[in-house]
């Protein structure tokens, strides 16, 4: 069974730090490139950040360049996201996420909130 288990959420002031990890289990950890999802309260889900399978090949959306930086230690088989300078429209529901396109499946976390605020 594929689990994937987030933490390390929190609140945080502005200009703060977190890092989420990312536990996996159940698959091939080290087979799939890999994502950070987050949902700020109110609105949509928002693509943050993508780690390919080797973990030397990485993107982030325009908000976050800069200041967060995904990792992965596929002899742990967990994913990181480290967040610096954060800002209070960061605040959001941050879920770890990877899609198995053979069978065309998703897959998520449960989601760990972080808040950024004074």
């Known amino acids: 069974e594929v689990q994937l288990v987030e933490s390390g959420g929190g609140l945080v002031q502005p200009g703060g730090s977190l890092r989420l990890s990312c536990a996996a289990s159940?698959?091939?950890?080290?087979?799939?490139?890999m994502s950070w999802v987050r949902q700020a309260p109110g609105k949509g889900l928002e693509w943050v950040s993508n780690?390919?399978?080797?973990?030397?090949?990485?993107s982030y959306v325009d908000s976050v360049k800069g200041r967060f930086t995904i990792a992965r230690d596929n002899a742990k088989n967990t994913l990181y996201l480290q967040m610096n300078s954060l800002k209070p429209e960061d605040t959001a529901v941050y879920y770890c996420?990877?899609?198995?396109?053979?069978?065309?499946?998703?897959?998520w976390g449960q989601g760990t909130q972080v808040t950024v605020s004074s």
């Open positions: 159940g698959f091939t950890f080290s087979s799939y490139a």
């Open positions: 996420y990877f899609h198995k396109v053979l069978i065309n499946r998703h897959y």
């Open positions: 780690i390919n399978s080797g973990g030397d090949i990485t």
